[in-house]
């Protein structure tokens, strides 16, 4: 029966093996540790029969794999499947769309600069002129 001290030794020996694995589905550093966290925390909750195993970082890495999946699982199953399709209405005008394509360019041109000064304030972001076309 495996203990809770070698639990200790294992984990810190582990963590960046499963830290890798976690980045390499998320593609995120905090998504991924959150995983590995996840995955040795319910490591340690089976820890005591882990000792039948033989490579208990492969067990560590198939179980985080595993978790990731179910959440992606998750996240999809709130999508909803319809049979019918929105309806699609027809384009515009020819006419139409050009004069308010043309609108909004003098829009553009007219308040290119308090509009550039507004977004980079709110998005953060470094000022920059917009282009119109």
């Known amino acids: 029966m495996a203990t809770d001290a070698e639990f200790d030794v294992f984990a810190p020996i582990a963590w960046p093996a499963l830290l890798r694995t976690a980045w390499l589905l ?8 959150d995983l590995a966290q996840e995955a040795l925390a319910r490591i340690f909750l089976r820890w005591r029969h882990i000792d039948t195993i033989a490579s208990p970082l492969a067990y560590a890495r198939t179980m985080l794999v595993r978790i990731f999946i179910s959440s ?4 999809s199953s709130c999508e ?7 309806s699609v209405t ?6 139409v ?19 550039c000064c507004a977004t980079s304030r709110t998005a953060r972001l470094p000022r920059r002129p917009m282009t119109s076309g």
């Open 90 to 95: 027809e384009p515009p005008d020819p006419t």
């Open 72 to 75: 992606r699982r998750r996240a």
């Open 97 to 115: 769309r050009l004069a308010i394509h043309q609108a909004l360019a003098r829009l553009a041109r007219s308040t290119e600069r308090s509009l």
């Open 26 to 33: 998320t593609h995120d550093r905090q998504a991924s540790e």
């Open 80 to 86: 909803i499947v319809s049979d019918t399709i929105d």
